[in-house]
């Protein structure tokens, strides 16, 4: 019988599943097997079920911050601070006429908003919570990350092809583009990290648990913000939130490919995407802001939960941020941005992270972890530093080259389309795109 | 214990209905969709044989990786190929595209 | 019959059906959405082989890569909004003969070779596969393991890549 100290209350989710498995084991007297299957079957509702209930606590929180951000309240008449707002959103969805679009196809119309939702969910499986407490501990978990995104990318194709209708097929095929163009610097830059892990002496440098002990001198974002800047950066585009929200913007797309769905199949669109927006920022926590790590956690590993918890909120507050704040941007601006800005950036930070971190580990053994992070730190500076100046010249380049073939008496959209193909970093796309015709 | 034949019957299976596949339909990307499954096959066959006989050493799985980077080349030139007919000949039907017959 | 061959057959019988599916189903989108069905029946075999990296690389792959790529090419490449009447050209019954002899021959190919034994797992070898990771990535760039095969197939996915975009782009 495992023993209740004070020890186990710290560590109180260990020691349940401790209790649990001695009860079934022992107590019942159920073989191995049935014990380790219901302890799984377990594991996976009570994740599923914290993950699932998230997306009702942030839409609130979206929505009350974001209204905030325009200079008004939001809601705020369903409940105290319009806490309720979420569960009257429920009902409202639940309410409505369940439609299937003649000359759908009834089977993957219905199963696309699931797919979408189980898509993220499997996710959740391998976020490590604390020390001890993680769904599926597998080798590789970085890589099943990208392949279940690869998942939700299906389902967004196959939602906008059987709705049986032309903006619907359109918005999905933008969808897909965008989808499958910003995975390959995402993926890129998610194997920086791993590289770092591996220098730190984690033993599989891909798992997520891995990754969270590794940090436990330096958080990653120190010794490679490069990366964790590309990383947040393709996951917003992943999420196909703004500023990359081309694909489901009413005034654009109408509504891209969702615009059959209504009711609960809708509710089931926008539960996935909250739920995959703070995936990401649980994720970005994870790989780059130390996950559990904290002060104290090692004594009473519940503090990890509360940790976690708490970066990822900050890294959501970041993406309402962002949300508000930058212009939507155009689709053909935003492959070339991914093409020919993210992918060469990303590259470049893999080798140049690669090559240092070997360096380091030939030359200077002793350096341990906080000083391999500084050195990686000082060489990512240098490459920012780098990119920008190449930028800034280029950008330079192209308005001079602008503004000799317009003369200075045209400064209207023939000017700022050169120079939106000459520059490609964030903000002055986006202050190009201003210029486009988005609202 | 899985018996290494069981794998190799799923994978002779697979091999044998994906070869099916592309003998007997007429779309060109149906025919596309039969060759992937044969290429999962091989790979069944391969990841198999690896480990049940040299579990320790490592090239069953370089073999396996090197044939999923020629399968995603392949699927993707064939792909592009098939667009790119589409556009020439409004059609994606394998019968229709005899130009070469004698 | 231990659990593992339980779960062996029942993703094995799932595969096969998919992949049958997928050969006679006259809707072509749907035949693609039985293929991603049959691509993760064989990602869940390698699991079972404990080839991890392996599985995840063919979610990855086949299933977030290719199959996306034969939706698109599909959905791009119909002719008008209703599908082909007829899926299957004039010759599958001999395919279909072709086929099962394949098979055949191919289960039978054992019995073939005089000296063959059935290699049988020892148990000892699930130790030692775990580093499996380090090990792929060390064997894929050391000059006397498998480098060259590994810049080959880099070389062949520039030329693919090249030759697509050539191909399928837009001629201005």
């Known amino acids: 019988m495992p023993e209740f100290t004070l020890q186990s209350l710290g560590d109180l989710i260990v020691y349940l599943g401790d209790l649990l498995r001695f009860l079934l084991g022992v107590q019942l007297g159920l073989p191995e097997l049935v014990v380790g299957l219901i302890m799984n079957l377990l594991t996976v509702v009570i994740v599923a079920t914290v993950a699932l209930l998230i997306p009702v606590f942030t839409i609130w929180l979206e929505r009350k911050v974001a209204g905030r951000f325009q200079d008004r309240l939001g809601p705020n008449r369903v409940g105290p601070y319009g806490l309720l707002q979420s569960i009257a959103d429920v009902v409202k969805l639940l309410g409505k006429e369940d439609i299937t679009p003649a000359g759908a196809d009834k089977v993957v119309y219905n199963l696309a908003p699931l797919l979408s939702v189980v898509s993220v969910i499997a996710i959740w499986a391998v976020i490590p919570f604390g020390p001890g407490m993680i769904g599926a501990d597998i080798d590789v978990g970085i890589l099943y990350v990208v392949a279940i995104s690869g998942l939700g990318t299906i389902a967004i194709k196959m939602g906008g092809w059987s709705s049986n209708n032309k903006f619907a097929l359109l918005g999905a095929f933008r969808t897909v583009a965008q989808l499958v163009s910003y995975e390959v610097p995402m993926i890129v830059a998610l194997l920086i990290p791993v590289i770092i892990a591996s220098g730190f002496g984690a033993r599989h440098p891909m798992s997520m648990q891995e990754i969270v002990i590794a940090q436990g001198n330096v958080w990653f974002i120190i010794a490679a913000p490069l990366a964790a800047l590309l990383f947040f950066a393709t996951s917003i585009a992943e999420i196909g939130r703004a500023p990359f929200d081309l694909l489901e913007a009413e005034s654009e797309i109408v509504a891209g490919f969702h615009i059959e769905y209504t009711g609960m199949k809708f509710g089931m669109w926008m539960l996935g995407e909250f739920l995959h927006a703070f995936t990401i920022c649980v994720l970005t926590a994870v790989i780059f802001l130390g996950g559990w790590q904290g002060p104290g956690v090692n004594q009473w590993p519940m503090l990890g939960i509360f940790y976690l918890f708490a970066k990822s909120f900050f890294m959501y507050f970041v993406v309402i941020w962002v949300r508000s704040t930058l212009p939507r941007i155009r689709i053909d601006h935003l492959l070339s941005f991914n093409w020919k800005f993210l992918v060469p950036v990303s590259l470049v930070a893999l080798v140049v992270t690669a090559l240092a971190q070997k360096a380091m580990a030939e030359w200077l053994p002793g350096i341990g972890d906080v000083g391999q992070a500084v050195g990686l730190f000082i060489v990512n500076a240098i490459l920012m530093f780098a990119i920008v100046e190449f930028i800034r010249r280029g950008a330079r380049e192209a308005r001079a080259q602008a503004e000799a073939e317009h003369g200075s008496g045209e400064p209207g959209s023939g000017a700022h389309d050169e120079v939106s193909h000459g520059e490609a970093s964030p903000g002055e796309a986006a202050a190009a795109a201003t210029h486009a015709p988005a609202h | 214990m899985i018996p290494l034949s069981w794998y190799l019957t799923l994978a002779a299976a697979l091999f044998a209905i994906g070869l099916y596949g592309v003998l007997a339909r007429r779309n060109a990307v149906a025919i596309l969709m039969g060759v992937e499954l044969m290429i999962n096959a091989v790979i069944i066959n391969l990841v198999a044989f690896w480990r049940y006989l040299q579990p320790t050493g490592i090239s069953g799985q370089v073999f396996a990786v090197i044939v999923f980077a020629v399968a995603a080349a392949e699927a993707s030139v064939g792909l592009a190929l098939i667009i790119s007919i589409y556009r020439r000949r409004n059609s994606v039907v394998a019968e229709e595209m005899n130009l070469l017959k004698w | ?172």
């Not at chain 3, 599909?74 to 599908?83: F, G, I, V, W």
């Open chain 3, 1 to 172: 019959m231990d659990i593992s061959q339980i779960i062996f057959l029942i993703v094995a019988t799932a595969t096969l059906i998919s992949a049958l599916m997928v050969v006679t189903t006259r809707n072509l989108v749907h035949g693609a959405l039985w293929l991603i069905v049959a691509l993760f029946g064989v990602a869940v075999v390698f699991v079972l082989l404990e080839a991890g990296f392996i599985a995840v690389v063919q979610v990855v792959l086949f299933i977030g890569a290719i199959a996306i790529l034969i939706i698109f090419a599909m959905m791009l490449t119909r002719r008008a909004l209703s599908d082909e009447p007829h899926q299957t050209n004039s010759q599958w019954p001999i395919s279909a003969l072709v086929a099962a002899a394949s098979f055949v021959a191919l289960t039978g190919l054992t019995s073939f070779l005089p000296d063959w034994q059935w290699p049988s797992l020892a148990a000892s070898d699930s130790a030692q596969l775990s580093g499996n990771l380090q090990q792929l990535g060390y064997a894929l760039v050391q000059p006397n393991q498998f480098a060259l095969p590994f810049q080959v197939a880099s070389v062949l996915l520039i030329v693919a890549l090249i030759g697509a975009v050539a191909v399928a782009g837009e001629k201005k």
